[in-house]
């Protein structure tokens, strides 16, 4: 069953998706064993296919969405369960910007890797990111931007984190297609990934977990 459930992932069938994660869990098959036997080694896959050129983004968001399928079924169990996730990430499109695909990208792929994902959603402001940075705690704070006029934005939130007295409780990372390595080290953040696969390999890295 768990075999099947990797398959319908990989081939991003999101309604074969859930009901194969339901059927799991009536099966009796533990929440965690459904996520890190199924749903994690699908989406590592992907991402390892991305990342090889073997897939391209349309195909990888197609999985990414029957990985969400999946988990919408799988969360309550985990968490009632009380598997312990990797870590804790907070993520959104910084304020004024709209782009969201690439954002959800790395969130899905970041849940598929087994880490908590709570998603801010699109024109987040500075405010905003540092009151959820005070409530729900989280080891890493994610920013997306796409346009060169609000990318601008991400050293603000930084300032702010520091201003709140929170900016040594988390660490920051920043993509989107206009963001570069440099300019994540210019406006101090902790790292910057590419893709969504490399965003992953990147939250593991700066958490120590594998
Ligand atoms: C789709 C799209 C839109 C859609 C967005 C729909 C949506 N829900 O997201 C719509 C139509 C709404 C839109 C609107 C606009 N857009 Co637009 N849009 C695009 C487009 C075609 C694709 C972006 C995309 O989704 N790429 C695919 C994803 C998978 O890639 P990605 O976003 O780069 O994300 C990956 C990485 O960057 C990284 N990543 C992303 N976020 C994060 C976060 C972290 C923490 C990490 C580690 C990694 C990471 O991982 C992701 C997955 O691999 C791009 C062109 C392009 N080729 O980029 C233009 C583009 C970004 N848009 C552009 C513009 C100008 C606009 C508008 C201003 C147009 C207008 N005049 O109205 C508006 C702005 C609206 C606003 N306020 O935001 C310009 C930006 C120019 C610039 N340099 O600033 C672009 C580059 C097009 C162009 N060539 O002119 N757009």
Known sequence: MLEELKKAVLEG????AAELTQKALEAGIE?????NEALVPAMEIVGKEYE???RYVPEMLISAEAMKAAMAVLRPK???SGVKLKGKVVI???EGDLHDIGKNLVAMML??????VIDLGVEVTAERFV????EHKPDVLGMSALLTTTMIHMPEVIEALKAAGLRERVKVIVGGAPVTREYAEKIGADGYA???ASAVELVKQLLGVS
């Not at 929440?31 to 996520?35: E, Y």
Request: proline share 6%.
């Open 13 to 16: 069938e999101d309604e074969k």
């Open 31 to 35: 929440p965690g064993r459904i996520l």
């Open 52 to 54: 090889d050129g073997k």
């Open 78 to 80: 985990l968490v009632e």
């Open 92 to 94: 959104g499109t910084v």
């Open 111 to 116: 849940e598929g890797a087994g880490f908590e």
């Open 131 to 134: 009151q959820a940075v005070k």
């Open 194 to 196: 590419p893709d969504a």
